[in-house]
């Protein structure tokens, strides 16, 4: 835990106000954003940003009903305190996101703060344990979190360092939940 809350504050500070890591992040978290030149590409990036939790959400209830109970627990523990850290961080941390140059053609909102990314916080968290059950699952569930990922930046939706807090987040948390349950 002393980890997580170290490189948490280490993140913080060195993206906090206009540092030179934030300019480096903002201008290649642009680089990254999709053009709209891609239709395919665009409604598939599109599709896992929004899908992504509503997955996680029907895929946590269908694994519950086939795993133990202790692992069962570990899935909605982290889902619950990934809500309430994330919840935390957006609103203390405050950080507008990122000037979106691509236009979704889905639905996309974005009314809450950008750092750190919840999304991406919940598919690690989610992965984390995935791949705690079902070892061999692990290379599926890393590439599933990273596309997650790469999904809210190429939107418009977050800027390249909410990402890798979310997935810090959520893997620690994961990790937490997941040993503090197989006890």
Not at 15 to 41: C, P, T, W, Y
Not at 91 to 103: I, M, Q
Not at 138 to 148: D, G, K, Q, R
Request: aromatic share 14%; glycine share 8%; net charge neutral.
């Amino acid at each position: 835990m002393k980890f997580f809350i170290t490189v948490f504050f280490i993140f913080y500070r060195c993206f906090a106000g206009e540092s030179i890591l934030l300019k480096m992040d903002n201008k290649m978290s642009q680089a990254l954003q999709g053009s709209n030149q891609h239709l395919l590409l665009d409604i598939a990036m599109e599709t896992i940003n929004l899908a992504g939790l509503p997955f996680e959400g029907m895929m946590s209830l269908q694994l519950s009903n086939s795993v133990a109970r202790n692992e069962k627990e570990a899935f909605f523990t982290t889902i619950a305190m990934i809500g309430i850290t994330v919840g935390v961080l957006k609103y203390s941390v405050d950080r507008e996101r990122p000037e979106r140059t691509y236009h979704p053609r889905l639905w996309n909102t974005r009314i809450t703060p950008s750092f750190p990314s919840g999304h991406t916080a919940v598919s690690s968290g989610f992965a984390t344990i995935l791949s705690s059950i079902y070892p061999e699952y692990f290379s599926h569930a890393v590439f599933y979190t990273l596309l997650s990922g790469y999904s809210q930046i190429y939107t418009g939706n977050h800027f390249i360092s909410d990402i890798l807090v979310g997935w810090l987040i959520g893997f620690t948390i994961g990790k937490i939940a997941y040993n503090s349950t197989a006890l």
